[in-house]
């Protein structure tokens, strides 16, 4: 999938190994080094000192429990349309969306693109996002590699007649994304509190961004983008992006200096943005724009500082000239102490699980610890292990009624509820 692999090649070998026959040539692709390796997960089984477990879940040892929604083929991401209290979404990664209605997993997909994905490297079909006003619209979107290597972000809708369909022929393309490597896909889409959709696009793959794109404002590579997409494909943007009139710079750019920001979540309280960035060699980060309450989004414009900045500390093999008034990640752990490929998650805004309102839920690959953590500017206070586990952790989501899951990609799906 996207940003779930270590990096080094020294790593590689040591904690990568492919659960599908299909992920073959990816495995291989990892033997000859970190260009092919670097920042993955899906397809992957963490091993070697990384805490993986043999099962996909633990019980808690502290109030939280995982209640299972559902076991699936390779799940990548779930989530809700607004307002719908009764179902639940998992996208898998060969490019089926899955509906929950209930407590019960529907036999026939929402909608079904496998034709159309391609699970090559970090491939597959990795997240989905519903339009805001998707009761009347009945749009949503869906986030995959093709399978040319491109990004793609296609718009769908639902059937005016079955809410557990969609309508396959009312595909619309909204981004297409050149990619040239198997690596570094990124793989998010988010609606935010201000009704526009946000993307989180990889820096196109290889060690140290070698085609410089991540510090580059004239591609989207490496980019947090924020756009408004037309109900009949293609996308607005919007006239307060940051970039708008900076000659050279692509207009739909948010942030940038990201090199796998597979991750990314608003608190559905305050709309601050949390962003999970997958590290190369060293560090994995969270980085943390607060919301502007006036317009209901973080401040864009914001350099994140790769490739000249790993974490908080310099890339001794950074080639961009300059990442000057970066902003550093609030959270970071390392490789040493036992993290290769962060997995970001949400603020928890389940009044059902006590004292963790307001703290943001996150985890790893290669850890299969649940973490929390009180975000903040400027810095994070109270991480600590939350108590569960869940091995091959590829993603958290989350529900209308604000509940959180975890995702692992051994197939089952779970849902954070209070103890007893």
């Not at 739909?252 to 590290?279: C, H, K, M, Q, W």
């Not at 109270?382 to 899951?405: H, I, N, T």
Request: aromatic share 8%; net charge positive.
């Amino acid at each position: 999938m996207t940003g779930y692999w270590p990096e080094s090649s020294g790593q590689a070998l040591a904690i990568l190994v492919w659960v599908k026959a299909s992920l073959a040539l990816a495995l291989v692709a990892c033997a000859l080094g970190p260009i092919a390796c670097s920042t993955g997960r899906a397809g992957t089984v963490a091993s070697g000192g990384s805490g993986a477990e043999p099962v996909s879940a633990r019980p808690a040892s502290t109030g939280v429990r995982l209640l299972r929604v559902g076991t699936f083929d390779q799940p990548t991401y779930v989530t809700s349309p607004p307002g719908d209290r009764e179902r639940r979404f998992v996208t898998e990664r060969a490019g089926r969306i899955r509906v929950v209605l209930g407590s019960r997993k529907l036999p026939t997909p929402f909608l079904d693109i496998t034709g159309r994905v391609s699970t090559e490297g970090e491939g597959g079909l990795l997240s989905m996002a519903f339009a805001p006003d998707y009761e009347r619209t009945r749009l949503l979107y869906v986030y995959y590699v093709d399978r040319s290597g491109a990004l793609r972000i296609d718009r769908y809708r639902r059937s005016a007649s079955n809410p557990n369909r969609a309508e396959g022929g009312s595909r619309r393309s909204v981004i297409r994304q050149p990619h040239s490597r198997a690596n570094h896909k990124g793989g998010q889409l988010q609606f935010g509190r201000d009704g526009m959709l946000y993307a989180a696009f990889g820096d196109g793959g290889g060690a140290d961004d070698p085609d410089d794109n991540a510090q580059d404002l004239s591609s989207r590579l490496g980019k947090l983008l924020r756009i408004d997409p037309k109900p009949g494909g293609g996308y607005r943007v919007p006239r307060d992006n940051p970039f708008l009139r900076r000659t050279g710079a692509r207009p739909e750019i948010f942030a940038y200096g990201l090199r796998n920001p597979y991750r990314f979540s608003f608190d559905r309280r305050t709309g601050d943005l949390a962003l999970a960035d997958v590290g190369q060699d060293a560090v994995e980060e969270v980085d943390f724009l607060r919301a502007s309450r006036p317009a209901r989004r973080p401040r864009g414009g914001v350099n994140f500082g790769w490739d000249r900045f790993e974490g908080r500390g310099r890339n001794p093999n950074g080639s961009s000239p300059s990442a000057a008034g970066h902003l550093p990640p609030v959270l970071q752990r390392t490789h040493v102490q036992g993290f290769c490929s962060i997995t970001g998650g949400y603020v928890i805004r389940d009044r059902s699980l006590g004292t963790l309102y307001g703290a943001y839920v996150y985890g790893d690959l290669c850890d299969s610890k649940l973490r929390v953590a009180r975000l903040r500017s400027g810095g994070a206070r109270g991480d600590r292990a939350l108590g569960p586990r869940v091995s091959q952790l590829v993603s958290f989501g989350e529900d209308a009624r604000g509940r959180v899951y975890a995702v692992s990609l051994e197939g089952g799906v779970f849902r954070l509820a209070p103890r007893g």
